[in-house]
């Protein structure tokens, strides 16, 4: 319970850490925030030969509105997006997939980018990062490259990032004008890991939805896009039966692993309702929303 | 090899020296180069709160936290919560804990404390489902946490309301 020997850097900048990375990435970790890496590290499930810590290193840290589009510095702590007022005002869909992240304490010292480039499927982040269509900017001595949240994923805790690569920043583009969103989770207990979820932003015109986002929690080894509910919304009107067919049109192809928490069976049905009722509360947000999906509080049922 | 380093942390307002192996964790620091021993270390994967410090005013795990990366940071333990009190006083929040029996066999508490006291600063109405969210993170496993819950409502109503010192009220 005691992390192995490994040795330590700590460079203050951007351009030291890429000198480091570009020497020891292949049998060194980036450490950043920690919460996901040192409990690796106290079980020895890990074992990098070097750590490099980035926490010194303060341009990597902040949020700011760069056009329409957010940017998120990736050693920015999850507590600090969590009370951003401009990301509450305008990325609400990142603030409510917060609420559902760890415990204070845990996003106290957890960094956004840190929960993006460890890729666990049951994370928030990644998933409403995904489902808002965002990008991952990532450095290396070679370069910067700009990686969008589709291309990114590849499997559990497996990215398109290169060893000798530092993510910089997130880049998360404005919702649609008007639009509905919804973080939806299920977890034995709050803080849990989540046995599914989903992040939904929807946009629609009176009635017709014009634009559909849905992202599925747990469901697959990433964070998926469940393109099938995505085709069932856009299109067509907004209602509670559109909801149910689209969250039974979201899980047609996952086959999720079941484990002492939960049968795959039983996750899928899961994650089925967590999308029917983020469809439904996030068709309830949508800015004069006529449809009386708020009535009824997005259904409970 | 990794090479040792010389570190210098602020814990509770007074300054631990030591050469310490990069691979050590804060939590162990505190008890065993510091000496501080109220700091408890139960998991030691971030998940029962047991090792909770204040980093900066913050609630971290400091069984997730490398002591090299404390340097320059102010740390604060549960000792620290009487510093400035008269001997055998107690915090508020402690003596709310003591008084409502928010704890059984104690393992659990400085951790409690250390993540509820910035509760004590919140100057919002805060709901019992307030209360039990920010509790969340830390494992109790004699109370059933109501009289954890009862001992943050009854601090934050005395000190919410300038209520007298414990040590004045006996």
């Known amino acids: 319970m005691k992390p192995p020997v490994f040795d330590y850097h700590d460079p203050a900048t951007v351009e030291e850490a890429l000198d480091l990375l570009a020497v020891h990435g292949d049998d060194g970790k980036v450490l950043a925030g920690g919460q996901s890496l040192v409990p690796l590290l106290n079980f020895r499930l890990a074992h990098p030969e070097h750590l490099i810590d980035v926490n010194n290193i303060g341009e990597l840290s902040g949020i700011k509105r760069d056009g329409g589009r957010l940017r998120i510095g990736a050693l920015t702590r999850q507590s600090m997006l969590e009370r951003s007022a401009l990301v509450a005002d305008n990325w609400p869909l990142l603030t409510e997939a917060l609420s559902f992240?760890?415990?204070?304490?845990?996003?106290?010292?957890?960094?956004?980018?840190?929960?993006?480039?460890?890729?666990?499927?049951?994370?928030?982040?990644?998933?409403a990062f995904l489902a808002s269509d965002a990008d991952f900017i990532v450095k290396s001595k070679r370069g910067e490259r700009r990686i969008s949240a589709v291309d990114f994923f590849v499997t559990h805790l497996t990215t398109t990032m290169e060893p000798d690569e530092l993510m910089v920043a997130i880049d998360v583009p404005a919702p649609p004008e008007g639009a509905g969103y919804a973080f939806t989770e299920f977890a034995r207990r709050h803080g849990d890991f989540a046995l599914g979820g989903a992040a939904v932003l929807l946009?629609?015109?009176?009635?017709?939805?014009?634009?559909?986002?849905?992202?599925?929690?747990?469901?697959?080894?990433?964070?998926?896009?469940?393109?099938?509910?995505?085709?069932?919304?856009?299109?067509?009107?907004?209602?509670?039966?559109?909801?149910?067919?689209?969250?039974?049109?979201?899980?047609?192809q996952i086959d999720p692993t079941g484990d002492i928490h939960g049968s795959s069976e039983y996750r899928k049905g899961l994650i089925e309702v967590m999308v029917r009722r983020a469809i439904e509360k996030a068709a309830?947000?949508?800015?004069?929303?006529?449809?009386?999906?708020?009535?009824?509080?997005?259904?409970?049922? | 090899m990794s090479e040792r380093r010389r570190v210098e942390i602020d814990i509770n307002g007074e300054t631990y020296g030591a050469e310490v192996e990069p691979r050590l964790l804060l939590s162990d620091f505190i008890r065993h180069e510091a000496g501080l021993t109220g700091t408890h270390v139960g998991?030691?994967?971030?998940?029962?709160?047991a090792c909770t410090v204040q980093v900066d005013g913050d609630p971290v795990r400091s069984c997730l936290m490398f002591a090299v990366q404390a340097q320059g940071r102010e740390v604060r333990t549960v000792e620290g919560m009487t510093d400035g009190?008269?001997?055998?006083?107690?915090?508020?929040?402690?003596?709310?804990?003591?008084?409502?029996?928010?704890?059984?066999?104690?393992?659990?508490?400085?951790?409690?404390?250390?993540?509820?006291?910035?509760?004590?600063?919140?100057?919002?109405?805060?709901t019992d489902q307030e209360i039990?969210?920010?509790?969340?993170?830390?494992?109790?496993?004699?109370?059933?946490?109501?009289?954890?819950?009862?001992?943050?409502?009854?601090?934050?109503?005395?000190?919410?309301?300038?209520?007298?010192?414990?040590?004045?009220?006996?």
């Open chain 1, 284 to 301: 309830g947000r949508l800015d004069g929303d006529g449809l009386g999906f708020s009535r009824n509080g997005g259904g409970g049922r």
């Open chain 2, 85 to 126: 009190l008269s001997e055998g006083e107690l915090h508020p929040l402690q003596q709310a804990f003591h008084e409502k029996h928010g704890l059984q066999c104690g393992f659990c508490t400085p951790g409690f404390l250390m993540s509820l006291e910035p509760l004590m600063l919140d100057e919002r109405d805060l």
């Open chain 1, 101 to 127: 992240v760890a415990h204070a304490q845990i996003r106290n010292r957890g960094t956004v980018g840190g929960s993006v480039a460890h890729a666990d499927p049951a994370a928030e982040l990644p998933v």
């Open chain 1, 203 to 252: 946009a629609a015109e009176g009635r017709t939805c014009t634009s559909a986002a849905v992202g599925l929690l747990a469901a697959a080894p990433t964070p998926l896009r469940a393109a099938g509910a995505e085709e069932a919304l856009v299109g067509s009107e907004l209602s509670q039966d559109g909801a149910e067919a689209a969250a039974k049109r979201a899980v047609e």
């Open chain 2, 132 to 170: 039990r969210e920010a509790l969340a993170g830390n494992l109790c496993r004699c109370t059933g946490y109501q009289n954890i819950v009862e001992s943050v409502k009854l601090a934050r109503e005395r000190l919410r309301s300038g209520a007298e010192s414990p040590a004045e009220r006996e």
């Open chain 2, 43 to 49: 998991c030691e994967h971030g998940v029962c709160g």
